[in-house]
Structures are given as structure tokens and as C-alpha cells.
Nanobody, 116 residues
């Protein structure tokens, strides 16, 4: 059973902000690199950002300076603060290990829609 539960998505106007959360089971989270991914309609799922267990982060160019990934190791939770949102950020957002868990194991994701 996959234990990745994403939350915090919603509908926001361009320029707005959202904070996503992902609660993972300890066996998935502990000591692992965790990532946020997104899948827009008609497109492949892509990695947006990742964070190591020690807090080193990496972002794809399209979100640098706008998104911030963080983690709370005590709560087995990873966050994605998204600011200055753009319509092209519209997608279903997922968290997973980086690389993703084998066997196609994903949570249900959380929908982010950016529209005026």
C-alpha cells in the first residue's frame, strides 16, 4: 500500500500562492531524497524539485525563484511553497522519492489550477 498523501492544491489566480504538503510513511520518507512532480493535461509527469534528507535542494529552471521545497523529518512530511504562480503551473502535483518508488507507486496527487 502506497502511503503518500498530497494536499493543499486548489484554484488560484495568476500571481497567487499555494502551499502543498505530502505526508509519507516513515519507510518511504526516512533518509530518502524526496521530490515534487507534476503532470499537466496531455503531458508527461515531470520532476519539479527535490530535497535530500540533509536539506540540499534542486529546482527545474521553470520554477526557480518561485517555488521552495522543504521537509520536516520528524513529521515525515515534505512541502512545496509555490509563489508567483502562472497558468503554466496548472497540473496535478505529486510527491514521491527521487527517483520514484518502483512499481508505479504514487499517491492520488493534488490539483493546482492557476487561472483568472
Amino acid at each position: 500500500q502506497v502511503q503518500l498523501v498530497e494536499s493543499g492544491g486548489g484554484l488560484v489566480q495568476p500571481g497567487g500562492s499555494l502551499r502543498l504538503s505530502c505526508a509519507a510513511s516513515g519507510s518511504i520518507f526516512s533518509g530518502k531524497v524526496m521530490g515534487w512532480y507534476r503532470q499537466a493535461p496531455g503531458k508527461q509527469r515531470e520532476l519539479v524539485a527535490f530535497i535530500t534528507s540533509g536539506g540540499i535542494t534542486h529546482y527545474v529552471d521553470s520554477v526557480k525563484g518561485r517555488f521552495t521545497i522543504s521537509r520536516d523529518n520528524a513529521k515525515n512530511t515534505v512541502y512545496l511553497q509555490m509563489n508567483s504562480l502562472k497558468p503554466e503551473d496548472t497540473a496535478v502535483y505529486y510527491c514521491n522519492t527521487m527517483p520514484p518508488l518502483p512499481g508505479g507507486r504514487w499517491g492520488q496527487g493534488t490539483q493546482v489550477s492557476v487561472s483568472s
